[in-house]
């Protein structure tokens, strides 16, 4: 975790500001406009940059914000400190509503989405009677401590920017958290998650409802330092404009946020006042300067702003190791020492006139090795998808223990103690090898977003991240702990993504062509975990095509050919079946 | 309800629509090739429509001389860019294409404009004009920006849109403008009547859609240009020029832009501002269309088109409301029947 000093010291300079002697007090009023711009853009950084949800519609949850508290305060006279949970609630159920609709939609049907119910809401502002149609509602009341008002831009500065450093806080305690991990999954799309336990529509809806809520919070502030709302300032171009202010930032870092404000905000304030001097003219110059600006400094650093400057910092290196000695207690496990832990029976899989599995039937007993192979597009990792439930049998059944999971979406497999790797390798390349393996044992911890951001959970994510630890150390990558996923080799890579699946303490490990990119002396230690993991008492189903590794590892195989079993046996047998012999290497062999 | 009145909607809303339409098609040609999703469509919108509508009244579009300014920019980047390997041809070929073309029809302009010229030359002039733009605007905005997020492509697109807003307001000032018809006189039928204007838009229409049909199907750019929507790299390692795609793509694009904008300123008073909502609608029908289907996002923009009659005649203040609601049912059953497709995004 990032230091704090910083920050302190940011705030430290932003409480002083005010007393520096000569301080016009119109640099006050930007700095209000900035922190009022950089709540909506935090929450967007969350939303956009990390969750990898592009919203153009956040000026839309500034307007709710603003106008719950001018409607709520002018008619029916209510104190704005009562109506600030309002509007953070009116923004957060909104958020709730059009979440729902929206955050399941993939890709660009959702930045647009936003953009469509943004201009709609609107345009429903600008005609409502009660939100006063265009001209808006006026009069609104101050914000008040005792009988201090904050009438002018720098006495209300400090709620301001008390507001947003408080936000920043909590955002980037919510981010380095159990659900944190499962939002920054998020944008490396949803299989890998979902395959320990995330409930990704989940996530989505509350990242969507974090920055409405911060939206919200900067249209309370907003109506309170203007007095006054009309709608325009909650159109789409607000919206479009709160979002490059996160972009030119940097969309994915909270600080990003803040800087990307000061830098629009000021730049459109310089362009205002200055450019009329240099190029007399009719008006909008600024607008054209402006945005040919915009796709400059993005042409420059596609990145943002905020990890082009850290990139000048000198590079922090390593993280504490986490204290391995706190245990998470074990998942309570069915008894069962002896018989089938898992049992295909006639899976099916048609993809359209394809069939990819064809009534394969097998199954994997406790503490055993079992070895799926076959030549490529035989339906080994089909096989895989539909046990693990991220594809649905045609016909067939699967059972766990006896307990049919056919139907079970992948949240539930792995909560029966299954656990996977995937063929192509789905890390998060962006977070530490700690984290991503910390995602395994998502399960296992407890903590909710409110008591993260609160720093509530430090006890269970101690526990997960020792867990986390442990599991790295057991494959050997100790010294990779605190590197990037996505600076490792492909092999590591692999690994890791064992670490973490051994994270979920799963009784059934399945993976898939783990030993694809390794080296020699990699692979006897990987054969080497396996037996011993074995022996420990889970069981392991993998597919491989390595097979000087499947004969020595396996206790038994299962072969499959164009979707059919073709043979079934100990690693001798299979060696010298001729229906196999004839699948790898063809009819005169 | 009157049967006139409903018709009389209908034919309207179907205007309308034939518009959207196009414009919808546009932004799905573009975004499956580029990945941009092309906020300034609006703006090919009323470049096209005002530049014509200033010729036709005789007076000067400045949008000739942004076309030559913007050449000269792509100029400088295609030397940029090559400046490790410059040699003959490539200069003389990026000087003909982007210095001398806009030069031309620069002076054509001029000189047309000086004597009010004739409908037909008009919108030639204007075509070639926006076209122009549209090119050149990929090459300096967009082509340097190809390998980076859908979201850093959009965020340029909107600088894009503000700059040309901007421009278009010192270029034909804050006062809306219509222009001539492109095909006058009219006949009745029953108790509609139709205008040459709407019967010019339907033929327009249809004509892009079954061009375009043909385009992709049948021709060797326009399979380029599928497979460039499809895989990028995977096109690349073909042989295929995705930067000679990109520009296809903005070519058509702004030529559709701008031919929308010519059919619809004789019908309605447009100005410099009006063409970012006009292309919005294009965006709900494409939408609704899934950015991906083509005779989905005509359908849908007909209906966008009728809704948004019917609303505007019962319900005028609700008009816009109504419009982009009406994505949200779309939305919804889109969402209820997506599939859980995995996405590698970045």
Known sequence: ?589 | MNTTIMLFLVQDGITNGAIYALLGLALVLVFAVTRVILIPQGEFVTYGALTYASLAAGQMPGTAKLALALGIGAFAFDLFVARKALHGRLVVRSFVTNIMLPAIVLALTIYFAAQKPPVAISIALSLVIVAMIGVYLYRIAFQPLAHTSVLVLLIASVGVHLALQGLGLLFFGAEGQRGPAVLSGAFTAGALRFTGQSITVYAITIAFIVGLWLFFGLTLYGKALRATAVNRLGARLAGIRTTLSGQIAFLLASVIGALSGIMIVPITTLYYDSGFLIGLKGFVAAIIGGLVSYPLTAVAALVVGIVEAFSSFYASNYKEVIVFMLLIPVLLLRSLAAPAVEEEKD
């Open chain 1, 1 to 589: 975790m990032q230091s704090r000093l910083p920050i302190l010291v940011f705030a430290l300079v932003m409480a002083a500001i005010p007393f520096v002697p000569g301080m016009p007090p119109f640099w006050i009023v930007l700095l209000d406009n900035i922190g009022l711009a950089a709540l909506v853009a935090m929450g967007l950084v969350l939303l956009t940059g990390v969750g990898g949800l592009t919203s153009f519609g956040q000026a839309a949850f500034v307007g709710f914000g603003a106008y719950t508290t001018a409607v709520l305060t002018t008619a029916y006279g209510l104190s704005p400190w009562l109506t600030l949970p309002l509007s953070l609630v009116v923004s957060g159920l909104f958020a709730v509503l059009l979440g729902l609709i929206t955050v399941r939609l993939s890709g660009h049907y959702l930045p647009l989405g936003t953009l469509a119910w943004g201009l709609g809401l609107f345009y429903l502002f600008s005609k409502l009677e009660f939100l006063g149609r265009n001209d808006g509602i006026s009069a609104i009341p101050p914000l008040s401590v005792g009988t201090f008002k904050m009438l002018s831009p720098g006495s209300i500065y400090y709620a301001i920017w008390v507001a947003v450093i408080l936000s920043a806080l909590l955002t980037m305690n919510l981010l380095d958290s159990r659900t944190g991990r499962a939002i920054r999954a998020l944008r490396r799309g949803h299989v890998a998650a979902e395959a320990f336990g995330v409930h990704t529509p989940r996530a989505k809806l509350l990242v969507f409802i974090h920055a409405a809520v911060l939206a919200g919070l900067s249209g309370w502030l907003y109506a309170h330092l203007q007095r006054a709302v009309n709608p325009t300032p909650f159109g789409a171009q607000a919206g479009i404009e709160y979002l490059f202010i996160a972009v030119v930032g940097g969309a994915g870092y909270v600080w990003g946020g803040v800087l990307g404000a000061a830098i629009v905000v000021v730049l459109k304030e310089v362009l205002q006042s200055y450019l009329p001097l240099i190029l007399p003219g009719s008006g909008q110059v600024e607008t054209i300067v402006f945005g040919i600006m915009l796709v400059a400094l993005l042409q420059l650093a596609p990145g943002g702003l905020w990890p082009w400057l850290m990139s000048f910092l000198p590079e922090r290196t390593g993280g504490r190791k986490p204290d391995t000695s706190l245990k998470l207690e074990q998942r309570s496990r069915a008894p069962a020492e002896a018989g089938v832990l898992l049992q295909v029976e006639k899976a099916r899989k048609q993809f359209g006139g394809v069939v990819a599995v064809n009534n394969v039937s097998f199954d994997v007993q406790a503490r055993e090795i079992v070895a799926l192979i076959g030549p490529n597009g035989a339906g080994k990792s089909t096989t895989f998808n539909l046990i693990t439930g991220v594809l649905s049998a045609t016909s067939g059944s699967i059972s766990v223990l006896g307990k049919k999971v056919d139907k079970a979406p992948p949240q539930e497999i792995v909560k029966l103690g299954i656990s996977r790797t995937f063929q192509h390798v789905k890390l998060v390349p962006d977070m530490t090898v700690l984290e991503n393996v910390a995602i395994g044992a998502h399960l296992r911890g407890h903590s909710g977003p409110i008591s993260s951001m609160l720093r509530l959970d430090r006890a269970d994510e101690a526990k997960l991240l020792a867990e986390a630890a442990r599991q790295i150390e057991r494959v050997g990558l100790a010294d990779q702990m605190h590197q990037l996923a996505g600076s490792l080799s492909l092999g590591q890579q692999r690994i890791v993504e064992i670490a973490r699946a051994l994270c979920v303490d799963p009784m059934l490990l399945l993976l898939d062509e783990p030993a694809a990119g390794l080296r020699h002396m990699e692979k006897q230690r990987l054969a080497a975990l396996l037996r011993e993991l074995r022996d420990g008492g889970m069981s392991v189903l993998l597919v491989e095509h390595d097979m000087g590794f499947v004969m020595n590892l396996a206790d038994r195989i299962v072969v499959l050919d164009f979707g059919t079993k073709i043979a079934e046996g100990t690693p001798a047998t299979i060696k010298t079946n001729p229906e196999v012999i004839k699948a790898y290497l063809g009819v005169a062999a």
